[in-house]
């Protein structure tokens, strides 16, 4: 199939080589600690639809983020369970909730309105901050090594990682009321813009409030 798709696009005049296929690795879903099993000979499998529904709320932004997060050359076990769990176990929730606390931060602040020239690691010192800091700075770069080796799976350890290092900044700093609070929520709010464009590539949505 994907030879005839190139051939195709080499008769209207597109170079077979813009073409790069990426083949993924069989799904094993698991449940209650068991596989479900599958296959082509005894015609028992699993529709997409099915999946979505056995997923119920959300369901779109998990099946997403759990077919994202492996390498394609990796097997994947896809725990429904796992992908059904409402708490920090399970990665979705984790990361959209990391985002509602980001937005629940900016709303509560009276100050709107935040500026620094700066560079965004050198203004901030505490641990926290700092970890912060340079987990945002390193999105750019993040972006550039995907778009070159097609390794989506590192946009879903990013996004992971950003809601870990917002998880410690928010159990150590105080921002609303703080003597730096303007440049703190200025970090939040670069953390918060951050992340929601990291979840935006991944087509998983960004809510506000859960």
């Given at each position: 199939?994907?030879?005839?798709?190139?051939?195709?696009?080499?008769?209207?005049?597109?170079?077979e080589?813009?073409?790069?296929?990426?083949?993924?690795?069989?799904?094993?879903?698991?449940?209650?600690?068991?596989?479900?099993?599958?296959?082509k000979?005894?015609?028992?499998?699993?529709?997409?639809?099915?999946?979505?529904?056995?997923?119920?709320?959300?369901s779109?932004?998990?099946?997403?983020?759990?077919?994202?997060?492996?390498?394609?050359?990796?097997?994947?076990?896809?725990?429904?369970?796992?992908?059904?769990?409402?708490?920090?176990?399970?990665?979705?929730?984790?990361v959209?909730?990391?985002?509602?606390?980001?937005?629940?931060?900016?709303?509560?602040?009276?100050?709107?309105?935040?500026?620094l020239?700066?560079e965004?690691?050198?203004?901030?010192?505490?641990?926290?901050?700092?970890?912060?800091?340079?987990?945002?700075?390193?999105?750019?770069?993040?972006?550039?090594?995907?778009?070159?080796?097609?390794?989506?799976?590192?946009?879903?350890?990013?996004?992971?990682?950003?809601?870990?290092?917002f998880?410690?900044?928010?159990?150590?700093?105080?921002?609303i009321?703080?003597e730096?609070?303007?440049?703190?929520?200025?970090?939040?709010?670069?953390?918060?813009?951050?992340?929601?464009?990291?979840?935006?590539l991944?087509?998983?949505?960004?809510?506000?409030?859960?």
């Amino acid at each position: 199939e994907a030879l005839q798709v190139k051939k195709g696009l080499s008769s209207i005049g597109i170079l077979e080589n813009k073409l790069e296929i990426i083949l993924i690795q069989l799904v094993r879903l698991i449940h209650g600690g068991k596989e479900i099993r599958m296959g082509k000979r005894t015609g028992i499998y699993v529709t997409m639809d099915e999946l979505l529904e056995m997923l119920g709320e959300n369901s779109v932004d998990i099946a997403r983020w759990f077919f994202l997060e492996r390498s394609p050359n990796t097997h994947m076990d896809f725990d429904l369970d796992l992908a059904k769990e409402k708490s920090d176990k399970n990665p979705v929730y984790y990361v959209q909730y990391a985002h509602t606390r980001m937005a629940s931060i900016l709303a509560k602040s009276k100050k709107l309105s935040f500026h620094l020239e700066a560079e965004l690691p050198s203004k901030f010192w505490q641990p926290a901050e700092r970890s912060l800091a340079l987990k945002i700075s390193r999105f750019p770069g993040v972006i550039s090594d995907i778009s070159i080796d097609y390794q989506v799976h590192h946009l879903t350890t990013y996004a992971y990682e950003l809601a870990q290092a917002f998880s410690a900044f928010y159990r150590d700093v105080k921002v609303i009321g703080s003597e730096r609070e303007e440049e703190l929520l200025y970090l939040v709010s670069k953390a918060k813009e951050t992340l929601a464009e990291t979840l935006k590539l991944l087509g998983i949505s960004q809510p506000e409030k859960m």
